[in-house]
């Protein structure tokens, strides 16, 4: 290529000052010079220098799909390929890593501890690079693949109408949903949301989201059996003669008092928490273990409204009630939030809804 005069403007590349030089124009070439070796570091700073290992990112949906399925079979089919195809996949990404991701007989298959905390770590990078591929190619993505959702249990009525109102808006993403009173951490293990309920929030790099649509003020409620053999509290201070049932929390049981809240007011008034004759983590044992005359219970009014309405159960102290604590919706934080989670935790925070009936409690039945 020749510039005016017949002078060459091809660059040349100087090895050792690492720059571009345009011969014929001596006056400028100082100034048309580029630093190669800062170009190269400010490339650094935005690519990891270090080898992504990974080739074929097939290979990580084979062994997540495994992983999540515990099955070889399964997670061949949905990709399209033959067992021995997806066996080998995952075979040469252990290979790669140099660690053992799965434990493989014929039988199971089971996840190991690193391969749990790399299939937590890869289902954020096939989600996004699903997401990044749709807007490549000009259009947003389409939310598609599987949400697993961690929740605590007793949240049942609010959940099945929402999830099956977002399966129907969201066809092409799946939810997996385990319910238990464990707290998955969405750090290292595969979920992708938590529900959690909790007075107040450990401090964590994820994102929370109040859900504003559920209200779990506690009130103390008995059956009719129990009132007949135990003379029901007049005063929050009988409370303590009581035998209680109640939801096992962690954080309550290192907490001494019980407050309750006098209604229409910001009276309160404090009680020493009385000592629990069964508590359980599973608050639908709780409410069910009342309502059999296990003892007192100081339970979230959307858990015992039925019942009440039912005659089941009787409200007691009707002036007081205790607060209770507050739902979230929780997920990793970062700069990209795949699609499908996005959606996902806008929904629930619409739709997800658990009030008390309207229609105030029946009389018991006698």
């Known amino acids: 290529m020749r510039g005016p005069g017949g002078a060459s403007t091809i660059p040349v590349f100087t090895k050792s000052t690492n720059s571009l030089t345009f011969p014929g124009d001596e006056a400028s070439a100082a100034v048309n010079q580029v630093d190669v070796r800062a170009r190269m570091v400010e490339m650094k700073s935005t690519v990891a220098d270090y080898e992504t290992l990974v080739d074929d990112v097939r290979d990580l949906r084979a062994f997540a799909l495994t992983s999540d399925l515990k099955s070889l079979t399964a997670a061949a089919r949905l990709m399209g390929e033959s067992k021995a195809t997806a066996s080998r996949r995952i075979t040469r990404l252990e290979t790669v890593l140099g660690t053992a991701l799965l434990r493989r007989s014929p039988r199971v298959i089971e996840t190991t501890d690193e391969g749990a905390i790399y299939r937590a770590r890869v289902a954020q990078i096939l989600g996004l690079l699903g997401d990044a591929n749709a807007v490549a190619k000009g259009a947003r993505a389409v939310p598609s693949g599987q949400v697993r959702v961690s929740?605590?249990?007793?949240?049942?009525?609010?959940?099945?109408?929402?999830?099956?109102?977002?399966?129907?808006?969201?066809?092409?993403?799946?939810?997996?949903?385990?319910?238990?009173?464990?707290?998955?951490?969405?750090?290292?293990?595969?979920?992708?949301?938590?529900?959690r309920l909790s007075t107040k929030l450990a401090d964590s790099s994820l994102v929370a989201h109040r859900v504003r649509g559920i209200e779990f003020e506690r009130i103390v409620v008995a059956s009719p059996s129990y009132l007949k053999a135990h003379p029901a509290p007049m005063r929050v201070e009988d409370l303590e003669s009581h035998r209680i049932v109640e939801p096992y929390d962690r954080q309550a049981a290192a907490m001494s008092p019980l407050t309750?809240?006098?209604?229409?007011?910001?009276?309160?008034?404090?009680?020493?928490?009385?000592?629990?004759?069964?508590?359980?983590?599973?608050?639908?044992?709780?409410?069910n273990l009342v309502v059999e005359g296990a003892g007192l219970g100081i339970l979230p009014r959307v858990h015992v409204q039925r019942y009440l309405e039912e005659g089941r159960l009787v409200h007691l102290l009707p002036g007081l009630v205790a607060p209770g604590p507050n739902l979230y919706l929780l997920h990793r934080g970062g700069p990209f939030l795949p699609s499908k989670v996005r959606v996902f935790v806008d929904f629930l925070k619409r739709r997800l809804v658990l009030t008390p009936s309207k229609t105030g409690p029946k009389s018991p039945r006698r």
């Open 151 to 195: 929740a605590p249990t007793g949240l049942n009525e609010a959940l099945a109408p929402a999830l099956a109102q977002f399966s129907a808006a969201f066809p092409q993403v799946a939810v997996y949903l385990q319910v238990g009173a464990r707290l998955v951490d969405l750090e290292s293990e595969p979920f992708d949301v938590a529900l």
């Open 260 to 287: 309750f809240t006098i209604r229409g007011s910001d009276a309160q008034v404090t009680l020493r928490r009385p000592v629990a004759a069964i508590a359980s983590t599973d608050i639908e044992l709780v409410r």
